[in-house]
């Protein structure tokens, strides 16, 4: 099974040399870390950095250079800063190839929930709709299940929902799996994971074919 580094590996894995990338806050970020050595790619956050490279280490913190997160950051050469209003504007323009977003909750038609939970408070939505209204490539980074074991992959998101139909696949600590046909596809599982344990761990309606490879993210 994948810890949050581990997710984060693989999906590097997806990212393309020459791709716009937006990262969303949480799990996202880390996939920084592991662009091969000789990949350009440029990493976006959304309150107005383009270039975003891996975290700093530690010591080498900028205070006022930080993410959507307002987590520190680094800077690749040639990086280049400006306005929301044109970091929202290269967003609703599609001019990012992948976003990835972390979620609460994932259903099988590809609907997102991962800004709200009722009862807790939270500041707003921030980016998140536009980044699920604008973009047309989107992978969920997530845990299969929540702290309490159950399953974050549903048939129907139980939480106010971000977007609707909009995710393609997702990347857990158990599996990769994507959406189509209005179900989840299992594509890979994690190493040390059986297919028993990814489909007891899925709520949603699960299509798993003849051969399951595992992950390799070494």
């Known amino acids: 099974m994948l810890d949050k580094n581990g997710i984060a590996k693989r999906i590097a894995q997806e990212v393309r040399n020459g791709w716009y990338v937006n990262l969303g806050i949480g799990i996202p970020t880390l996939v920084a870390n592991f662009i091969p050595e000789g990949m350009e790619v440029e990493f976006q956050s959304e309150n107005g950095i383009l270039g975003m490279g891996p975290f700093p280490i530690e010591g080498d913190e900028d205070a006022d250079l930080i993410n959507a997160g307002k987590q520190t950051i680094t800077a690749m050469p040639g990086a280049v ?68 074991g159950a399953s974050k992959l549903l048939s129907n998101c139980s939480l106010p929902l971000t977007g609707v139909g909009c995710v393609k696949r997702v990347v857990t600590n158990m599996a990769v799996l994507d959406i189509k046909d209005g179900a989840f596809h299992l594509v890979e599982r994690a190493p040390g994971v059986t297919v028993e344990a990814i489909k007891e761990a899925t709520a949603g309606e699960l299509v798993i074919p003849d051969h399951v490879p595992e992950m390799d993210i070494s």
């Open 81 to 148: 800063y400006f306005d929301s209003a044109t970091s929202f504007a290269m967003i609703r323009g599609r001019h990012v190839q992948l976003t990835v977003l972390g979620a609460m909750e994932v259903a099988q038609n590809g609907d997102i929930a991962n800004w709200k939970i009722p009862g807790k408070m939270v500041k707003g939505m921030g980016g998140a709709m536009d980044l699920v209204a604008s973009a047309e490539n989107i992978i969920v980074a997530m845990m299969h299940t929540n702290r309490a």
